[in-house]
């Protein structure tokens, strides 16, 4: 469509439906004031060209923290909160993409002469650049003949808070590159290895693919990781208004400079255990093998990387448990299950606060917050965990509806305003939509 039809397609009754299938009821009107200035900020650059829309959502992680690296179980779904873009597709090979609030990206997947440019650059390292690159760069590798495009995006994926703002960028590169030259033929899951080897290798951050497959795939998902290039991924019901309950994120807007090492440690201390038994990940031995050999593991490894250890078999347990719960809905166990994963978080996989920063504890401060609140003023009724890779960021919380406002209102009281986001799951991951 010209931005002038999808200006009108964005009004209709059909538009309606999508985004409060999208963002819930009541929100249809938020998200066509959004679209339009997306479409109106990219129409001076696309005059009359056919432009397209796309989606990737954001996630949040039920259970599994940090266990899919070390081919583990995790649950995770999308949520409401995505990353969106306007996209007309180039005649050339250079990417522009501008999203609200952040810089520029542009880069050229092409050289002077023509040819490709698709090797990893030093240069872009840790960059949103180097993200596109090493998505074209899989893509083609996969027998796509990726060209460029011209994108006006914006997202309200919150940064830092462990709703994988990041994956959900790059899940929606890897769509619209998609769409655009291969038909959008890949599925969920190919996307999000796609994006998982450009952080990898391109980027530079050794993550696993739990949060990719999370944002892609739509839904609650249970994902088993025993098989890496074969996961098994399995839709899952999740529906806790019915059962009385609210799901939110607490921002505690700790800063995550300097934490690339910390969460680095985790795989790697994980992986040198697994090591000691000749082996590539924790995935491949029990946490019997590993409590015999304890105190070899201590003068081999440390302490540290035997209690991570511990929390990957203990966790991996859980995330069935947590399964078995959501499917009978029993929706208590399942909140215990929560808790005893935050208190693995905190006592064994310590990624609640940087060591090299003991002074700042905020993701300390709010579970301590939340828990005497759920205990106090909710009759006990809730849980709480950290959320995402920890360290900095935020904290899931798990609070019955009628206690919502009054939690909301006792932690923004500590951590600001908009500290504490509602989190809706979505059927929709990464996808183009059409009005």
Not at 176 to 188: E, M, P, Q, T, V
């Amino acid at each position: 469509m010209t931005g002038k039809v999808l200006l009108e397609a964005i009004q209709t009754a059909k538009a309606a439906g999508i985004f409060e299938d999208l963002y819930g009821p009541g929100q249809a009107e938020t998200a066509r004031r959004r679209y339009a200035g997306l479409i109106e900020g990219i129409l001076p650059e696309a005059q009359g060209e056919d432009l397209r829309v796309f989606t990737a959502a954001g996630r949040t992680e039920l259970g599994g923290n940090h266990t899919d690296h070390n081919r583990g179980k995790v649950l995770a779904a999308s949520i409401q909160l995505d990353s969106v873009a306007i996209v007309a597709r180039r005649q050339d090979k250079k990417v522009f993409f501008r999203s609200t609030g952040y810089p520029d990206v542009s880069v050229n997947l092409a050289k002077a002469d023509g040819t490709s440019d698709l090797a990893s650059k030093p240069e872009e390292r840790g960059s949103t650049e180097s993200l596109v690159r090493g998505i074209a760069a899989e893509l083609t590798r996969r027998g796509v003949d990726v060209g460029g495009f011209s994108a006006n995006a914006a997202s309200t994926v919150l940064p830092g808070s462990g709703l994988s703002s990041s994956a959900a960028v790059e899940v929606l590169f890897g769509r619209i590159f998609d769409s655009l030259y291969d038909g959008g033929k890949r599925s969920a899951l190919e996307l999000a290895q796609i994006g998982q080897i450009a952080e990898n290798t391109y980027f530079g951050k050794p993550c696993g693919l739990m949060d990719q497959t999370a944002c892609a795939s739509g839904g609650a998902v249970a994902i088993d990781f025993e098989d890496p290039p074969h996961p098994k991924v399995k839709q899952i019901n999740f529906d806790l208004a019915s059962a009385g309950y609210a799901l939110c994120v607490v921002d505690t807007h700790g800063s995550h400079a300097d934490l690339t090492p910390d969460y680095a440690a985790i795989p790697a201390e994980m992986k040198a255990v697994a090591g000691f038994f000749g082996k590539e990940v924790l995935r491949e031995l029990t946490l019997e093998q590993v409590l015999a050999k304890a105190p070899e593991i201590r003068k081999a490894a440390g302490d540290r990387s035997l209690l991570r250890a511990i929390h990957f078999f203990s966790e991996n347990r859980r995330v069935d448990a947590m399964l078995a719960a959501l499917e009978k809905r029993a929706i208590i166990d399942f909140l215990d299950l929560v808790n005893r994963s935050g208190d693995s978080s905190w006592e064994l996989l310590q990624n609640i606060y940087s060591p090299k920063h003991p002074e700042e504890q905020g993701v300390s401060t709010a579970l301590a917050l939340t828990r005497n609140f759920i205990e106090t003023e909710a009759a006990g009724l809730g849980a709480c965990r950290v959320h995402g890779g920890g360290f900095a960021g935020a904290i899931q919380v798990y609070i019955p509806l009628d206690r919502m406002d009054a939690y909301k209102l006792k932690m923004e009281a500590v951590f600001g305003a908009n500290s504490v986001t509602v989190l809706r799951i979505r059927s929709t991951g990464a996808a183009e939509l059409c009005f």
